[in-house]
C-alpha cells in the first residue's frame, strides 16, 4: 500500500492516478471520464456517436452537386425538344407516304419512304440521346433547357455504356408504364426508373 504523501499538495499528479487532477485544479476531468470525454446527458441510444460525422455534400450526397436537381418541367421541356428532332424525319416521311399511296403509279412503294423515316427517326435517336448525351450529359433538348445528366455516386458524367442502358430502360418504362413519366413529380431527388436503375440524376447547368 502507498502512503499518501504528508503536507500542502505541491501540484504533481498523486501516484496511482494517470492523467487525473484533483478537486479543484485546473484542467480536471469529470470522474469516472478518462480523458475529459464529454457524456452527453439523458438516455442515449444504442450505437450513437455525437463525433460522427454524416454524409456531406448537398442533401445528403457524397460530393457537392454542380447544380440543383432540376424541375419536372424543364425535364419535359427537353424530352419535347428531343422528341421533335426525332419524329421529323418519320414526320416527314409519313407525308410522302400519303402522297405517293392516292397515286396508283406508286402504290406499290409506298412503303418505301416510311420506312426510311423509320431509320433516319431511329439513326437521330442513336447520336443524340446515346452518343452525344452519354460523352457530354447532354442531348440536344437538355442542352437547350441548360440540364445534364450525372451520376449520382461521383458526380461526374455517366459515359457512353450506362446511358445507353438508361435510355433503353427509358423506352420500355415510358412505354409500359406511363407512371414512370410521372415519378419525379413526388420523388424526392426528382429522378425517374431509369434514372435510379442507373444510379444518375438531372442537374441544372
Not at 71 to 77: A, E, K, L, P, S
Amino acid at each position: 500500500m502507498t502512503t499518501p504523501p504528508s503536507g500542502p499538495y505541491d501540484g504533481s499528479t498523486p501516484p496511482g492516478q494517470p492523467n487525473q487532477y484533483p478537486p479543484g485544479q485546473p484542467n480536471q476531468y469529470p470522474p469516472g471520464q478518462p480523458g475529459g470525454g464529454f457524456q452527453p446527458s439523458g438516455h442515449i441510444q444504442p450505437g450513437y456517436n455525437p463525433y460522427a460525422q454524416g454524409p456531406s455534400g448537398q442533401g445528403g450526397y457524397r460530393f457537392a452537386l454542380p447544380g440543383q436537381p432540376v424541375g419536372y418541367t424543364t425535364r419535359v421541356g427537353a424530352s419535347l425538344i428531343d422528341g421533335v428532332l426525332q419524329g421529323f424525319p418519320t414526320g416527314i416521311a409519313l407525308i410522302v407516304t400519303i402522297s405517293i399511296s392516292t397515286n396508283p403509279k406508286y402504290s406499290d412503294s409506298a412503303g418505301l419512304p416510311l420506312t426510311l423515316g423509320f431509320i433516319a427517326s431511329g439513326v437521330i435517336w442513336f447520336l443524340n440521346r446515346v452518343v452525344q448525351q452519354g460523352r457530354t450529359g447532354q442531348s440536344l433538348g437538355k442542352k437547350m433547357t441548360g440540364s445534364r445528366v450525372i451520376s449520382i455516386q461521383t458526380g461526374e458524367l455517366i459515359g457512353f455504356g450506362p446511358n445507353l442502358g438508361r435510355e433503353i430502360c427509358a423506352y420500355f418504362f415510358n412505354y409500359l408504364c406511363f407512371i414512370n413519366l410521372l415519378w419525379p413529380l413526388w420523388d424526392e431527388k426528382q429522378q425517374t426508373w431509369h434514372d435510379k436503375i442507373v444510379n444518375d440524376i438531372v442537374v441544372s447547368t
